[in-house]
């Protein structure tokens, strides 16, 4: 019986079972570490591919710090469609991801003749201003879709001359093979026989494990991915497709969207906007910071990403303010991007303002639990007032514990997660149920209002948009 061909995609040279070996298996050659990569040549025969691959896929992150709750994590959804020419720096990549709260961004970017941009088609987090395309994303992108593929792994095993075979161990029902790569890697290959099939990779040096599931004619159409022995992503093929080129179509900006309403990225800037209150944008690029002087003291609202963030907007502040002291910080809730940079601030025993269960979230937070004994904490609940800021604890479904900060003198909101409009003020496509909870909430407190600063993108928010909101 002629089995149909199995792998019909690959970067540069395609891998697809020979029948051949299928009419032969009644002769069937016992796989040992002397014939293991001529058995393999035999399994695989080479031919040269079709330009473009066509793959549709979902992937599923396990990321605690990004869930309602931390102690129950959440299964984050990126559905992606990459259409990329593997021979030549040109694809298009569409990603859709939906977060706790039903918030749903969405990014679409392309690269052609060295030229690219990022858009977004729900207007959620760009508008409709766009980004100029890194030329280093192809790569990005490329290197992705390769790894669950696992024919792809099967062709660098066959074709680099510079991979070293360490080790070969027979299995119950396959084999295993050891190898030291280009890069210095050891990886262990492991395959099931009868057919052969790539069924794992193992990269001992990097702590990376993947998992490759559910066989069909063509390729391994799940895939788990771990990362020092913990499940980060779970991938699932939908589809997968060769052709000979892009569709025009995919690598120019739709209508709607002008190649001159393009986000360039800008140092820290500083602004003040009321009464011993300060702004400064552009940290991240895109994240908004506010902060309070108050008799020669300093609370800070936010502490994004990372220590370097917030070592810049510290020596900022310091510079404006020689004299003063930074002896708050504040965050509206413990997910990893917004709690991120709060180490800088403990090693100076700056004060954390958040609620209990956020404090808790933070001190078990990976990144910081060797350092937690050094966290300080001034703890808040729903309408508590600290200099003049009244903090808001409305229910939500994006975060288990949420808040926001309204500024009493100023009528001013500095709010975390709870609305997602671009700086643009244009009104998106999609609307969370977490920022139309946030509207009802705010109608229904009556707070006087002039002003709401977002922690992401859009550092005045046009109010009108709100009316919108229902």
Same mark, same amino acid.
């Given at each position: ?25 009644? =002769? ?9 990569? &001529?058995?393999?040549?035999?399994? /695989? ?11 549709? $896929? ?7 710090? &990004? ?7 959440? =299964? ?14 040109? $694809? ?66 066959? @074709?680099?001359? =510079? ?8 299995? /119950? ?56 022995? &913990?499940?980060? $992503? ?25 190649? @001159? ?30 902060? &309070? ?5 300093? @609370? ?64 078990? $937070? ?105």
């Amino acid at each position: 019986m002629i089995k149909i061909k199995r792998y019909s995609l690959v970067f540069r040279l395609l891998l697809f079972k020979s029948s051949l070996l299928f009419i032969t298996s009644c =002769s069937k050659v016992v796989i040992n570490k002397e014939n293991f990569i &001529q058995e393999l040549k035999k399994e /695989y025969n080479l031919f040269e591919p079709n330009n473009v691959i066509d793959i549709n $896929y979902t992937r599923v992150n396990y990321n605690a710090y &990004q869930s309602y709750n931390y102690k129950n994590p959440d =299964s984050l959804f990126i559905k992606s469609h990459v259409i990329i020419n593997v021979n030549d720096s040109v $694809y298009f990549a569409s990603r859709i991801a939906k977060f706790p709260g039903v918030h749903k961004f969405s990014q679409q970017e392309f690269q052609k003749n060295n030229i690219g941009f990022i858009y977004d088609s729900l207007g959620v987090v760009l508008g409709k201003r766009v980004l100029r395309q890194n030329k280093a994303s192809y790569n990005q992108v490329k290197n992705e879709v390769y790894s669950i593929l696992n024919f792809y792994y099967i062709q660098d095993l066959v @074709t680099d001359k =510079s991979v070293e075979v360490l080790g070969f161990k027979s299995t /119950y029902n396959g084999f295993s093979v050891s190898i030291k790569n280009k890069i210095n890697d050891t990886l262990i290959y492991s395959f099931i026989e009868n057919p052969i099939e790539l069924v794992s990779v193992e990269n001992e040096t990097s702590k990376e494990l993947w998992n490759f599931l559910d066989f069909n004619k063509n390729y391994a159409s799940k895939i788990q991915y771990f990362k020092n022995g &913990q499940l980060k $992503y779970d991938y699932k093929i939908n589809s997968l497709y060769t052709k000979d080129k892009i569709a025009d179509s995919y690598l120019s900006l739709p209508q709607g969207y002008e190649d @001159t309403n393009i986000i360039e990225n800008k140092e820290l800037e500083l602004t003040k906007i009321g009464e011993n209150i300060y702004l400064i944008t552009n940290v991240a690029n895109d994240r908004n910071i506010v902060y &309070q002087l108050n008799r020669n003291k300093i @609370t800070v609202f936010g502490a994004p990403i990372s220590d370097k963030f917030s070592e810049e907007v510290f020596n900022l502040i310091k510079k404006k303010h020689l004299n003063a002291e930074i002896n708050k910080v504040y965050i509206t809730h413990p997910h990893s991007d917004h709690i991120g940079g709060l180490k800088f601030y403990a090693n100076k025993g700056v004060k954390i303002i958040t609620d209990k269960y956020s404090a808790d979230a933070i001190k078990n $937070y990976p990144k910081f639990i060797e350092h937690a004994h050094s966290f300080q904490f001034d703890y808040i609940k729903d309408e508590s007032v600290i200099d003049d800021v009244k903090y808001y604890f409305p229910k939500n479904n994006h975060s288990k514990s949420q808040s926001f900060a309204y500024f009493i003198n100023e009528n001013l909101i500095y709010q975390g997660d709870f609305i997602q409009i671009p700086a643009d003020n244009s009104i998106p496509k999609h609307v969370s149920e977490t920022t139309i909870s946030f509207v009802d909430f705010v109608r229904s407190k009556n707070l006087q209002i002039d002003r709401i600063i977002c922690h992401h993108r859009n550092n005045n928010l046009d109010l009108d948009i709100l009316n919108t909101i229902k």
